[in-house]
């Protein structure tokens, strides 16, 4: 569940973002268009017009780099995993098991039962039945206790793959961003491009 609340968490971060694109997009068109377009104003407010919009669609392009690398990189990873085959047999061998409760709940149901017949009318019948019903509730609670170890053991280990796994996509989204703006930074600061 932990992985679907950051896919869902994501997801929604990407969707903001896209239309945060779409909007500043279309912005830094205007902007580029009034810069270019509009040659009877001010000669610096042209400029720098133009120059702005340039600035911004390279920064939306950053943007939609990023939204994309998330998407790839850490959203569609993390929702494989919450619905891939490990993760979908230890549920497989939850639900055996949680059937497996219930099964027990009725024969424990049906041995109640059969013990107060035994008591009413000690009949042979009735005991061997009881004995039957016993002995069924003993290889029951054997077969749900190895069940149980073993869903127990893989939603463990499915567990903890996926929290290690959510964890390096998380870093990886975190490091991407600050990795750029780094990069940004440094070539700014050398007077760059």
């Known amino acids: 569940d932990f992985q679907k609340d950051i896919v869902r968490a994501a997801e929604g971060l990407v969707s903001i973002g896209n239309k945060h694109i779409e909007v500043g997009t279309k ?23 133009s120059l702005y919009g340039g600035a911004l669609i390279n920064i939306e392009k950053e943007y939609e780099d990023f939204n994309r690398i998330l998407s790839s990189q ?23 098991y949680s059937r497996m409760r219930h099964e027990a709940e009725i024969l424990s149901t049906e041995i109640a039962r059969r013990k107060a017949r035994v008591r ?38 499915v567990e903890s793959q996926q929290q290690r796994v959510t964890l390096q996509r998380l870093v990886g989204a975190v490091r991407l961003p600050t990795y750029n ?9 050398q007077g760059g491009p």
């Open 74 to 96: 850490t959203i569609d990873p993390l929702r494989a995993m919450a619905i891939g085959g490990p993760l979908e047999d230890a549920r497989g061998l939850a639900q055996r």
């Open 181 to 189: 703006i780094l990069l940004f930074v440094g070539v700014s600061r």
């Open 27 to 49: 912005f830094s068109e205007d902007c580029y268009r009034y810069g270019s377009e509009n040659n009877a104003s001010d000669e610096a407010l042209r400029k720098a017009a």
């Open 120 to 157: 009413e009318a000690p009949i042979a019948e009735h005991t061997t039945k009881l004995q039957q019903s016993e002995a069924r509730m003993i290889e029951h609670k054997a077969s749900m206790a190895v069940l149980g170890k073993e869903a127990a053991a893989a939603l463990a280990a």
